[in-house]
C-alpha cells in the first residue's frame, strides 16, 4: 500500500525552495535508497535547499519505494493524482485502469495456484512448488477462470499480478520463464516491462486481431486517456502498438474469457 505522508512530501520536491526540514522523513529512506542501490539523485544537507539532481530515478524510488508499482510514477502530476484520488474507483479512472480485483494482492504475499486447484495465498516465495514455466495473470476475474483458458495452451501454473504487482510477486518471477495475459492496452506494455524475468513472452490470442476488428469489444475511453503513453516502438509488441494505433481502441482481457 502506498504510504501517503510520503508521498506528499515526494510532491514537495517539484519547489526549488523546499528546505531539509520538509522533507526529513522522506530524505531519511531515499539516502538509504541511495546507499544500498549506488546511486544519487538529491541533494540534501540539514538547513539547506533540497535539490533535486536526477528526476527519473527519483521518480523510480517513488515507484518502487512509496506506491510499490515500478514504474508507475513518472511525474509529479503523477503523483498529485493519486493523492487527489480518494476512492478506488478514482483510482482506477485516474490511472487509466479499469480493471476491478477480484484478489486483493497485499505487499508480502503472492497468490499461486496450480492446475485446477484454488489459489493459495504464500508469503514465503521458498514454499511455493512451481516450475520455471508460468502464466503471470493482470485482472483478477481472469485469474479465476485462468485454468480452463490457458491450459488449453499447455500451461498449468498461475500467479495473479494485480497490474504492476508486488515485491515478493516480482522476485518470485525472476528466475522463471513467464508467459504474461494482460489486458491489450498501453498500460499493459509498460506492465510487461516493468518486469525482470528469466525469459518473458506476452500472450498474443490466436484470435485477437479479430477482436480488435470488432467494434464492440474496442474500449475507447480507456485508449484514449491511455494514448499520451503509447510508444512507437517495441522489440516485442509492435504487434500490439499497431493493433491499438490502426484500430484506436484497446482491448480488456475479460473479453476473450
Given amino acids: ?70 514504474n508507475s510514477i513518472k511525474s509529479f502530476q503523477d503523483i498529485e493524482n493519486l493523492l487527489n484520488a480518494k476512492t478506488r474507483k478514482e483510482n482506477i479512472e485516474l490511472s487509466g485502469d479499469s480493471k476491478n480485483s477480484i484478489v486483493k494482492v497485499f505487499d508480502n504475499v503472492v497468490v499461486f495456484q496450480d492446475k485446477n486447484n484454488h489459489p493459495i495465498l504464500y508469503k514465503n516465495i521458498l514454499d511455493i512448488k512451481a516450475d520455471s514455466k508460468i502464466v503471470a495473470v493482470e485482472n483478477g476475474e481472469t485469474f479465476l477462470n485462468i485454468y480452463e483458458i490457458m491450459s488449453n495452451f499447455g500451461y498449468t501454473q498461475f500467479i495473479y499480478l494485480g497490474g504492476f504487482s508486488n515485491t515478493l510477486t516480482r522476485d518470485f518471477l525472476k528466475d522463471k520463464d513467464v508467459l504474461f495475459f494482460l489486458d491489450y492496452d498501453i498500460e499493459a506494455i509498460r506492465i510487461y516491462d516493468s518486469f525482470k524475468c528469466k525469459k518473458k513472452s506476452f500472450f498474443k490470442h490466436p484470435k485477437i486481431e479479430s477482436y480488435f476488428d470488432n ?43
Fill in 1 to 70: 500500500m502506498m504510504n501517503k505522508s510520503l508521498l506528499k512530501q515526494a510532491l514537495k520536491f517539484q519547489d526549488e525552495k523546499t528546505t531539509y526540514s520538509k522533507v526529513e522523513k522522506l530524505v531519511k529512506d531515499i539516502k538509504k535508497y541511495q546507499k544500498d542501490n549506488d546511486v544519487v539523485f538529491i541533494y540534501a544537507m540539514y538547513r539547506q535547499k533540497v535539490k533535486l539532481l536526477d528526476r527519473e530515478l527519483f521518480f523510480e524510488f517513488v515507484s518502487d519505494e512509496i506506491v510499490h508499482s515500478s
Fill in 215 to 257: 467494434k464492440s469489444f474496442l474500449n475507447v475511453e480507456l485508449y484514449k486517456k491511455q494514448r499520451e503513453k503509447l510508444p512507437d516502438f517495441h522489440s516485442e509488441l509492435q504487434w500490439l502498438i499497431k493493433l491499438i494505433k490502426d484500430k484506436s481502441g484497446v482491448i480488456e482481457q475479460e473479453i476473450i474469457i
